[in-house]
């Protein structure tokens, strides 16, 4: 069965630093997102991403952050400067192409802000 | 108001229980619904997933939509120690928009 990879499973930072967290999303899957989800919180949206722009991004998606698709397979989410609030799961998810709704998730990126 | 409300649990049930989710959601321009499995640590599992009201049975599982009430329910039927997990609900208004999730309720399943 298709899966979304994610990778690092589990980064360590400095406060201040940059990071950037990547997916590898089903093959022909159009509509992507990044999601996060703060330890024994409820997920949260990010940012969805279609035909190489940001569709819609919520107000946690600040300056702070970027998403880009910097080879037309890998979808990135990368941190400018993290902050300590930082710290979480980022999910990566993805719809297909029919756009039938089913919404698949990666196993995360484990991000720790020091 | 939350756009959608969850129970948090946990919800501790006999191994071969049914076990009752749900979430209730205030917007009704919803349309699509869908159920989650997490395990501790891990990303969302997709269940079941539904467009507008209406049942939909998928093997032990069967997940409810009542747009009028604006309510949606998944049970589990013959409950297994490893149907142990938080339970997601997401909604969403359209088939390529961000989906909203509840907070999860977590469930028990004992021996």
């Known amino acids: 069965e298709p899966e979304v990879t994610q990778t690092p499973s589990h980064q360590v930072t400095q406060m201040g630093q940059e990071v950037i967290l990547r997916c590898v999303p089903i093959s022909n899957h159009l509509y992507f997102y990044w999601y996060r989800q703060i330890l024994g919180q409820k997920v949260e949206f990010l940012v969805s991403f279609y035909n190489n722009e940001i ?5 946690i998606f600040d300056d702070q952050f970027s998403v880009e698709r910097p080879d037309g397979s890998n979808f990135t989410l990368k941190i400018r400067s993290t ?3 930082d710290s979480a799961m980022y999910f990566c998810a993805n719809r297909d192409r029919g756009g039938t709704g089913e919404l698949f998730f990666g196993e995360g990126s484990r991000l720790t802000v020091l | 108001q939350k756009e959608v409300e969850q129970d948090p649990g946990p919800l501790s049930v006999p191994e071969g229980a049914i076990v009752s989710l749900n979430c209730t959601y205030s917007n009704s321009a919803f349309q699509y619904f869908m159920w989650y499995r997490q395990y501790s ?4 599992e997709l269940l079941m997933y539904t467009y507008s009201s209406g049942n939909k049975e998928d093997g032990r599982f069967t997940a409810q939509v009542d747009k009028s009430s604006k309510y949606i329910s998944l049970f589990i039927r013959d409950s297994q120690p490893s149907d142990s997990a ?3 609900c997401a909604v969403s208004t359209d088939s390529w928009g961000k989906f909203q999730f509840g907070a999860g309720t977590q469930v028990v399943v004992t021996p």
């Open chain 1, 55 to 59: 569709s819609e991004k919520s107000e």
């Open chain 1, 83 to 85: 902050k300590l609030e």
């Open chain 2, 41 to 44: 640590r891990k990303g969302p």
């Open chain 2, 86 to 88: 938080t339970y997601l």
